[in-house]
């Protein structure tokens, strides 16, 4: 068998020297630097091909990897065997033990300050509301108040929009990034300065991005090896490397390693690593980097007592995380009541929501905070002023809040001040300030309840 598939190869396609994922015919490992198996991504992946039918290599240029989990049809874009590269090669896995794979996170719903981005179910990524950086990715700066296809972009898994930007991970790990660059935050460039990016741009000598985030004026990724890399602003120390000199490419962060996820504020950065802990960066006036003090730190610096942590996210100047008994906490500025403790007084170190129970997932916006709930219910609290707590009023609220009418969601995403939420059928509804059409209904009137939004 392990001769039978190269002589097939030889027989059915021409080597290509384009090359990605390889085949030991001698152990009958197959080692792929990236495929996409439904909805997810993954990277790094390995695997023991036991017993196999090779069905075709079709040629050509490499298409993308993929696995259909229905039929255990696995397409290659391209594959080395014994020396030559085959490109578009279907395989049938009869037989197989996946030895390992990192997957990419999945964020298919992103608001920035006053944009909004969304990866379709082809993987084409659409973005609408504020454009005057290019956010939108249409090679404009006219605001659009409907969903706007990023034209010529596909493959798109993971986004991450900050303040005026927009980066977008690919399903083989690479990142490309858009809209204002003013701080260097599309990590795209080193001596020549490039204010403004209206079509995605790729992040060079960046790869194996499993994580995204990004702040107000900068980016931060997580790579396969739990390692972490920063670009942009750094006048807070919101990079992490000890330095507050601005970086226009992306900068390894010292002293960082597991890490699973991570979440951007304004000025801000926060990492989750593999413990259940997190470790916090950048300016910490109001006590966001949760250290009981509020001396900017720039460098990681544990959030003493915090454990036991799923998830975490950060708004302008606050952030809370999910533990794994469905509680949040949060912990930094709360003069809107964005921690959702009942008060308005800032919070040094994390501090429970209180009444909050079954937390499956929590996002931080400007000045307000939502969580969704295992029922597939959310709840916001916080700023309420352009209605982006979605309850029909423009109250501030101290307690979480349940958003009404609002069912079967599996995300929520928190802008400057509106809120966006996905649907299980993959519908998405969003609402608040509207001025500049990023609740994306066509119009520029503030929604005060969840408004779906067209594709």
């Given at each position: 068998m ?11 396609g021409?080597?290509n020297v ?8 001698s ?12 909805d997810?991504?993954?990277l ?56 390992s ?7 298919s ?20 509301g ?50 204002d ?6 990590g ?27 702040g ?6 997580v790579?396969?090896?739990g ?30 390693s ?85 008060t308005?007084?800032?919070k ?40 982006q ?24 995403s ?23 059409g990023?609740v ?16």
């Amino acid at each position: 068998m392990k001769l039978v598939f190269s002589a097939m190869l030889a027989l059915l396609g021409a080597a290509n020297v384009y090359s990605a994922s390889s085949f030991d015919a001698s152990t009958n490992r197959l080692s792929m630097s990236s495929v996409t198996v439904g909805d997810a991504s993954y990277l790094d992946v390995s695997a023991t091909i036991n017993a196999y039918t090779l069905l075709g290599v079709d040629g050509g240029a490499p298409g993308a990897d993929t696995f259909n989990l229905g039929n255990n049809l696995l397409t290659m874009g391209s594959v080395v065997v014994q020396g030559a590269t085959y490109t578009n090669v279907r395989v049938q896995l009869d037989s197989f033990a996946l030895l390992s794979a990192t997957p990419i996170s999945q964020r298919s719903l992103s608001l920035g300050r006053d944009h909004s981005c969304f990866v379709k179910s082809d993987r084409s990524v659409a973005c609408w509301g504020y454009n005057k950086y290019g956010q939108i990715g249409d090679n404009t700066i006219v605001n659009k108040p409907i969903p706007t296809t990023v034209p010529g972009f596909d493959n798109a898994t993971t986004l991450a929009t900050g303040g005026y930007h927009t980066c977008a991970i690919k399903t083989n790990g690479t990142v490309a990034c858009w809209g204002d660059n003013r701080q260097g935050q599309l990590g795209n460039n080193g001596s020549v300065i490039v204010f403004i990016e209206r079509v995605p741009t790729v992040v060079p000598n960046l790869s194996k991005v499993t994580a995204l985030v990004a702040g107000l004026f900068h980016t931060c990724a997580v790579k396969t090896d739990g390692m972490v890399a920063c670009w942009g602003s750094n006048v807070f120390g919101q990079i992490g490397d000890n330095t507050v000199v601005n970086r226009r490419v992306p900068t390894v962060v010292p002293g960082l390693s597991n890490v699973a996820t991570m979440a951007a504020g304004d000025r801000h950065t926060c990492a989750l690593k593999t413990d259940g802990t997190v470790a916090c960066w950048g300016t910490n006036a109001n006590g966001q980097l949760g250290d009981n003090t509020v001396v900017d730190k720039p460098f990681p610096t544990v959030v003493p007592g915090l454990a036991n942590v799923t998830a975490i996210t950060a708004g302008g100047n606050h952030t809370c995380a999910l533990r794994t008994d469905g509680a949040v906490t949060c912990w930094g500025l709360n003069a809107s009541g964005q921690l959702g403790d009942n008060t308005l007084v800032i919070k040094l170190i994390p501090t429970t929501v209180p009444g909050l129970t079954g937390g499956v997932a929590v996002q931080a916006g400007l000045f307000h905070t939502c969580a969704v709930k295992t029922d597939g219910t959310v709840a916001c609290w916080g700023d309420n002023n352009q209605g982006q707590l979605g309850d029909n009023t423009a109250v501030t609220k101290l307690i979480p809040t349940s958003v009404p009418g609002l069912s079967n969601v599996t995300a929520v995403s928190t802008g400057g001040f509106h809120t966006c939420a996905l649907k299980t059928d993959g519908a998405v509804a969003c609402w608040g300030y509207n001025g500049d059409g990023q609740v994306g209904d066509g119009t520029l009137a503030n929604k005060y309840v969840r408004t779906p939004v067209g594709f």
